[in-house]
């Protein structure tokens, strides 16, 4: 059985809302605390009116009750099942932690299991901080609906890039990615999509202004919209999973302290981040570095100047992102703007500076100046890098992750051939930096996919979205 909660309800429609269930049937009962307004029982269901304006309904799977549920999303003006046909939310989750990725999530569902999820879901609480367990057993109910009524599209902005560049910037652009992924599955113009307002920036502004869409920004929407509570039960799920899993290592372990949830309000981490520095001084590759608090543990001073990722896409000749939005995923190439000679280039060479450094140069034979930014463009045109490499260089590949530069955050494609040289990578591939796939040639899409290889003669280039050739 599960229940229902409505929030924000308007002053105006708590006696409407009242009269509605005295007149099905409604027994009203004793209120439990000064919180509470009324309580009124209908069936195995108690409606219980908060001061605050939330109305709760305790468990049941009663079909009157349910009916009478789309009575009240009636009276409180939930006329969207009228108008469309599918619903976009998007939520994230881990901004405020210091450890792991950020995960943004993007849901797509069809109107016919609107409703149906609201009593799926049941009161779940979005607002508290809950182990994997938990999150996961709401996952699985939403999940029985199967992948091809409850779509959803997630990107995971990892430490590295957080530390680097403005935060409320990758939000904007990730989303666009996770938008224009949704929105292929669908006919626009049928589509409303909701967004919680993180201080949404002008680039994903400018984007939604180009589409046919209706798009609703909003502070705390998971209070009141299903698609954004969906996404952020995904967002999680996920979330939680990837912490529980860099800590079930033990060398992360700091015994006396034991597990940290990675909130900076927790005693628990701030400790364990002080022991950590003063045992090992360099913090592992999943704490953010740019955070206030890290610094002072280091005794960083100086202002944080953050870099723009949006800046980066003046340095696309192709695809723009009007035209990108409109094409079908995969079918692109990346043409980039080199910041030194002007030229365009749709390959690069990545250069090894030092043990923990790589460096992007451009290709032209005249120029060979440094690109930068280049991993934002690349996370958000593509989803594959195929690495095609000496086996006797797979360390190198090992390296780059480890220090979260490319190919960290997109999914590797492994033939068969490569599988058994991969297997050097199962170490790096466990931290969730990367994910694999093992994809027969016949499923693979070459245009959504860059090549990193260290050839410097490669047949077929045009079949692929972009090359980075790795240089000695």
Not at 299 to 322: A, E, N, R, W, Y
Not at 360 to 387: H, N, T
Request: aromatic share 12%; with cysteine; glycine share 4%.
């Amino acid at each position: 059985m599960v229940s229902r909660t409505w929030r924000n309800i308007p002053q105006e429609k708590v006696e409407e809302i009242k009269e509605l269930l005295l007149c099905n049937s409604g027994e009203k009962i004793d209120i439990k605390s000064d919180s509470e307004l009324w309580r009124i029982k209908i069936l195995n269901a108690i409606y219980i009116m908060y001061r605050s304006r939330t109305l709760y309904r305790t468990p049941s799977e009663e079909k009157f009750v349910i009916e009478l549920d789309k009575t009240v999303d009636n009276i409180l003006g939930n006329t969207d099942i009228i108008e469309y046909e599918y619903f976009i939310g998007l939520d994230e989750t881990g901004k405020g932690e210091v450890f792991g990725n950020i995960v943004l999530v993007g849901v797509l569902i069809p109107v016919e299991i609107k409703t149906e999820l609201y009593h799926v879901i049941g009161s779940a609480d979005t607002k508290s901080n809950h182990q994997y367990e938990y999150w996961q057993k709401i996952y699985d109910r939403i999940m029985m609906y199967g992948k091809d009524k409850v779509k959803y599209s997630a990107f995971e902005i990892y430490p590295a890039l957080i530390d680097e560049y403005n935060l409320n910037q990758l939000m904007d652009v990730f989303y666009t990615k996770i938008i224009i992924d949704l929105l292929r599955k669908v006919e626009i113009n049928k589509t409303k999509i909701i967004i919680d307002d993180y201080g949404v920036g002008e680039f994903l502004k400018g984007i939604l202004a180009k589409i046919n869409s209706n798009v609703v920004i909003e502070r705390q929407s998971e209070d009141k919209y299903i698609e954004t509570r969906l996404a952020s039960i995904i967002a999680k799920t996920i979330q939680t999973k990837r912490i529980r899993n860099i800590f079930s290592k033990k060398e992360y372990h700091i015994d006396e302290i034991g597990i940290p949830s990675g909130n900076l309000s927790d005693k628990k981490t701030i400790e364990w981040l002080r022991k950590w520095h003063e045992n090992y001084g360099e913090f592992p590759w999943f704490v953010r570095k740019s955070y206030k608090t890290v610094r002072e543990i280091e005794k960083i001073q100086g202002k944080l100047i953050k870099k723009s990722p949006t800046l980066c896409f003046d340095m696309v000749f192709k695809p723009d992102l009007k035209e990108f939005l409109n094409r079908q995923q995969g079918n692109h190439q990346l043409i980039v703007k080199c910041s030194h000679c002007g030229g365009t280039v749709s390959l690069l060479f990545l250069k090894s500076v030092d043990d923990k450094k790589f460096e992007y140069i451009c290709a032209l034979s005249d120029c060979g100046g440094k690109v930068d930014c280049l991993e934002i463009l690349l996370l958000f045109y593509f989803d594959y890098v195929l690495i095609d490499i000496d086996r006797k260089k797979i360390s190198i590949i090992s390296q780059l992750i480890r220090n979260q530069q490319f190919p960290a955050g997109l999914k590797l494609i492994i033939n068969n051939y490569a599988y058994k040289a991969m297997r050097e990578l199962e170490e790096i591939v466990k931290p969730d930096l990367i994910k694999y796939e093992i994809m027969n040639d016949e499923r693979f899409n070459y245009n959504n996919t860059i090549l990193l290889t260290d050839k410097q003669d490669i047949k077929n280039i045009k079949n692929f979205g972009f090359l980075i050739i790795l240089s000695n």
